[in-house]
């Protein structure tokens, strides 16, 4: 398993589908899409801004519940992929012991985020689904300096501030 951490949430502009960004720590720095569904994007994205809302969204709750059973969960793996979806594991440890239970990538990210568990990916996931970033170069127009880098995510935080939860509602 490799470390990866989350590098953002992008829409797909030809089917609007929401996309979680894993990237591994480690040279080459491969990036793992993941199309997750729309109220998994805004979990993971509200999770990761630090913002807390009103009400506990699902993955919420279930950090509370592994928390006041005093369960840890060691890591996330995004361990497979069949027929076309990538599939997770959780490890957990606690009082009866460790376990691991499957789930969806989407659930599993959304829990780490708001656990800080450490995230891993199968090297057989990254080598099939990974993807190696191309070094930006200085006249390229869509590469932004550190100043319009701080701009753009001034503009998401400003965004996430203003985020109604009776949206996902």
């Not at 376990?99 to 780490?112: H, K, N, V």
């Not at 970033?133 to 001034?154: H, M, Q, R």
């Amino acid at each position: 398993m490799l470390s990866v951490q989350l590098i953002g949430i992008e829409i797909d502009a030809a089917t609007g589908a929401a996309v979680v960004m894993l990237q591994e720590h480690d040279v080459p720095h491969r990036v793992l899409p993941i199309v997750i569904g729309g109220a998994d994007a805004a979990s993971i994205a509200i999770a990761a801004s630090g913002k807390t809302l009103p009400r506990p969204m699902t993955h919420d709750l279930m950090a509370t519940l592994v928390e006041s059973l005093d369960v840890h969960v060691d890591a996330v793996e995004v361990s497979d992929i069949q027929g076309g979806a990538m599939l997770a594991t959780l490890a957990l440890s606690g009082p009866t012991g460790e376990r691991r239970l499957d789930t969806r990538p989407s659930d599993a990210i959304a829990l780490a985020v708001r656990l800080h568990a450490p995230l891993f990916v199968s090297e057989h996931v990254l080598d099939a689904m990974g993807t190696v970033p191309e070094p930006a170069s200085a006249g390229d127009p869509d590469v932004l300096d550190a100043t319009a880098i701080d701009a753009e995510v001034g503009q998401f935080r400003d965004f996430l501030a203003d985020i109604d939860p009776a949206d996902f509602a």
